[in-house]
């Protein structure tokens, strides 16, 4: 039988200073607890990516944002699943809360400069296109 095709969606939110939030999987993680993942997460059935990435962020986090434009995109096979991952960036809508408020899912969070992410102990799915992105953006730079 062949493996159930999901799509799971993941933002690159950048702050005012260019820099990328990043979220430590908690212990109670089913794969990969403790290693670093991207806000975002799989869409439900009838769910525009657009809607499913602004509630997963809304769940995880408590950052309101805003979407700018597709970087990429990646699949991974887990167990019976396969998994396609579509990547946007995003930034914090002005005049909201900057801070995160995580929910049980990730125990930490840290804002980096887009060249240290390959430098971090991402989940394995999601080492290529952080490279990527840091290749091609460098040090954290300031956003208008």
């Known amino acids: 039988m062949p493996a159930t095709m999901r799509l799971s969606v993941k933002v690159f939110i950048l702050d005012a200073a260019g820099r990328v939030l990043v979220l430590r999987r ?9 290693r670093w993942d991207f806000p975002g997460g799989k869409t439900d059935p009838g769910e525009t990516f657009e809607e499913a990435l602004r509630r997963e962020v809304r769940e995880e986090t408590g950052l309101v944002i805003a979407l700018t434009h597709v970087i990429g995109a990646d699949e991974s096979v887990v167990a019976d699943r396969h998994i396609a991952y579509l990547f946007v960036e995003g930034t914090l809508v002005p005049g909201e809360a900057a801070a995160a408020r995580l929910s049980d899912e ?11 992410l390959p430098e971090l102990d991402l989940a394995p799915q999601f080492r290529r296109i952080a490279s990527s992105y840091g290749s091609n953006h460098g040090p954290a730079r300031a956003y208008p």
């Open 106 to 116: 990730h125990d930490a969070a840290q804002w980096v400069a887009p060249n240290q």
């Open 26 to 34: 908690s212990a109670a993680s089913k794969n990969h607890a403790g």
